[in-house]
């Protein structure tokens, strides 16, 4: 059944280097899926391990984790979105392509601009989440419910007396 579904798709520091976001997200508003979040992350060491947790008995784990780190591209950074919408995360997935960019449809957004580096890692220029468990986890870990203008999950106020940085 088709029902409404978020997803995480990063832009990761290849795509930004190569200059394809517009690219991609020009592919994906194919879909009339709507952006429900967006920003640009910098991202750190436990971010981007918690991010592919599932992954880090894998021997290419600590490349992923330099390359989403952007240190691989020398851009520290990647676009994060929420796409919202009717079939989100198998949409946005078959746009994506496979994950080895050799195997991916060629007229797929990793067929079309990914590669597999001499170390063996699929660079393969966006990031979709798989499935909603995993979709809940990974928006979760990279937005906070004020940054996104759906309300996708429960929520609760937290009384918290913290020092922040505001316009001075
Ligand atoms: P996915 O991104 O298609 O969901 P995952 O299995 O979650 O694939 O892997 C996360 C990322 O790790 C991939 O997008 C790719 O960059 C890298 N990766 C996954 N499997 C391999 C592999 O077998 N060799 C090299 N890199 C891989
Ligand atoms: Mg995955």
Redesign the pocket.
Known sequence: MKHAQATLVLVKPDGLKKSLTGNILTRLSETKLEIAAAKVVKVSKELAEEH?CH?KDKP?FAE?IK?IQGELHNRKKVLAMVYWGNDAIDKVRQLAGA?NPEEAESTSIRGSFGRITTR?????VI?AS?NENEAEREIKLWFGPDEIIVDLYPTEIKEEKLKRKVWA
């Open positions: 592919y992954l290419f992923l390359y994950t063996g890692l699929y660079e393969n990031h798989t």
